[in-house]
């Protein structure tokens, strides 16, 4: 949808080893976001993106960063993997600030 | 800051009965208003949204929500519902004023039996 494309999808990693996530879009939309999904919880932002560069913290942010080097792009690092940080994680992305959301389909990390 | 409760956590219904999936918003600011469903293994897809005028608003499958003020909510309805609807549904809030955050509610597991 709206040429998100999230890599990998799935992944299964040892915890203490560091995770890229990547999200890539073709819209050129100017804000990015990274979301967790966990059963009872819904989805809780980590970290979301404004522009190239511009970048801030979500609710769930501790242990995560991102980075954002060109618009299409939108890393995001576990820098030391944890069993907590099992998820599924999204990317979206929105044209501006009152338009809807459109989302990846998820990476899905499991931390053994 | 805004939140999002969404009471149910799963609704069972039989095909072609009526559903209601209540969503209530905290805000001391005018919002924006979306529900977002999610089928199995995939992303979030926008089902509606209530950005200003008219306070009922209505999907291309037949689901429609009413934004209430007063009552802070943004329930979804539908009058007969398909086994195709069986998804989980989202609703989510952003405040209306300059960049805002989309914060969601926990979700509601729709299970549509025949």
């Known amino acids: 949808d709206a040429g998100i494309t999230q890599s990998p999808r799935h992944k299964v990693t040892e915890t203490g080893t560091p995770v890229t996530l990547r999200c890539h879009q073709t819209e050129n939309h100017r804000y990015m976001y990274w979301y967790r999904q966990d059963p009872g919880h819904g989805l809780r932002l980590i970290h979301y993106s404004y522009g190239v560069k511009d970048t801030d913290k979500g609710e769930v942010s501790d242990g995560y960063s991102v980075s954002r080097s060109k618009t299409e792009d939108f890393l995001l690092t576990l820098e030391s993997a944890t069993s907590s940080q099992t998820s599924v994680y999204f990317c979206a992305t929105r044209v501006s600030y009152n338009s809807p959301l459109h989302f990846g389909n998820g990476t899905r990390l499991t931390v053994t | 800051a805004q939140s999002v409760t969404q009471l149910d956590s799963q609704v069972p219904v039989f095909e072609e009965a009526p559903v209601e999936l209540r969503c209530n918003y905290s805000s001391s600011v005018s919002v924006y208003l979306f529900w977002y469903v999610q089928y199995p293994n995939q992303g979030l897809q926008l089902l509606l949204k209530?950005?200003?005028?008219?306070?009922l608003v209505e999907s291309i499958n037949g689901f429609e929500a009413e934004f209430n003020k007063s009552q802070t909510s943004f329930h979804l309805r539908k009058p007969s519902v398909h086994i195709s609807d069986t998804a989980e549904y989202f609703c989510?809030?952003?405040?209306?004023?300059?960049?805002?955050?989309?914060?969601f509610g926990t979700g509601t597991r729709l299970l549509v039996s025949p």
């Open positions: 989510a809030v952003s405040l209306n004023t300059g960049f805002q955050k989309l914060v």
């Open positions: 209530y950005l200003s005028g008219s306070t």
